[in-house]
């Protein structure tokens, strides 16, 4: 089989962003595998770039297992977050600038102090600076919200958007709080920080040690989503979005009609 072509995997799902319009799923039919999917995860940051956006940090993806069961996918992946991508606190967005946007549940951190690569974080306060509620805005490039592992990884893990709602210091423990998504006042789903790889924290060492493998090191000033603590609801136009962390408060979004 002919190698995949980078360049022009990338170019078809950053376009596919920017149109707003689905394309069908590629990896099986390029022969894509994970390592060449986060080559065409940083030719697409690469293009980002070129267009004048900033690197501001990383994601992980289906850290719970309530994620890995919505999309069927079941590894720990990670994607690039932009300037561009953020919402400020009880923000807008356009839910026609995306395909089929999906809201979900997760606690960010703020980067500080991280250990040279290969090293575990050790203590956990002096690699973060501090925590907050968040809401992260998931759109797949691909029809049907339907992917491969490849195939996800390479469309930069379904990032579209991100809310940061207000930091905190970081607590005593992040293990065990409780963690609701509410659409227009109501519940739409509940969970735990536990569900994140049993601790959130656990998965700045993930992120650390999978990024590391393709040479990114995390930054300080970098924000870090740890990945959803349940599954994804679809953003409706009109939608009114929380997300309410245990102990670090709530972070919102509204969906214009
Ligand atoms: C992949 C991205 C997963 C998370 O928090 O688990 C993710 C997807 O669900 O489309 O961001
Ligand atoms: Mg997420």
Do not use: C
């Not at 992980?60 to 606190?89: F, N, Y």
């Not at 809310?163 to 210091?169: A, L």
């Amino acid at each position: 089989m002919i190698a995949p072509d980078v360049a022009g995997i990338a170019e078809k799902l950053g376009a596919a962003a920017d149109a707003a319009t689905a394309i069908p799923q590629l990896a099986a039919e390029t022969g894509l595998d994970v390592d060449t999917a986060y080559a065409v995860q940083a030719a697409l940051l690469q293009r980002r770039l070129d267009a004048g956006q900033r690197l501001v940090g990383l994601k992980m993806g289906l850290t719970s297992r309530a994620k890995m069961a919505q999309v069927g996918v079941d590894e720990v992946i990670w994607g690039r977050l932009t300037d561009a991508m953020r919402v400020p606190d009880g923000g807008v967005v356009d839910p026609a600038a995306y395909i089929h946007p999906r809201v979900e549940p997760e606690v960010a951190f703020l980067l500080d102090r991280l250990p040279e690569p290969g090293e575990p974080v050790g203590d956990f306060a002096n690699a973060v600076r501090a925590v907050a509620p968040a809401i992260e805005l998931i759109d797949s490039r691909y029809a049907d919200f339907r992917f491969s592992l490849p195939d996800v990884i390479a469309d930069n893990t379904s990032a579209a958007a991100f809310v940061i709602g207000p930091w905190s210091p970081v607590p005593a423990g992040l293990d065990n709080l409780g963690v609701l998504l509410e659409v227009d006042g109501r519940v739409a789903q509940v969970g735990s920080t536990a569900a994140i790889l049993g601790d959130p924290r656990r998965a700045l060492d993930e992120g650390i040690r999978l990024a590391g493998r393709h040479g990114v090191r995390l930054e300080s000033g970098w924000v870090f989503l740890a990945g959803a603590a349940t599954a994804a609801v679809p953003l409706r136009p009109g939608a009114h979005v929380r997300a309410v962390v245990e102990k670090l408060g709530t972070a919102s979004l509204r969906a214009s009609l």
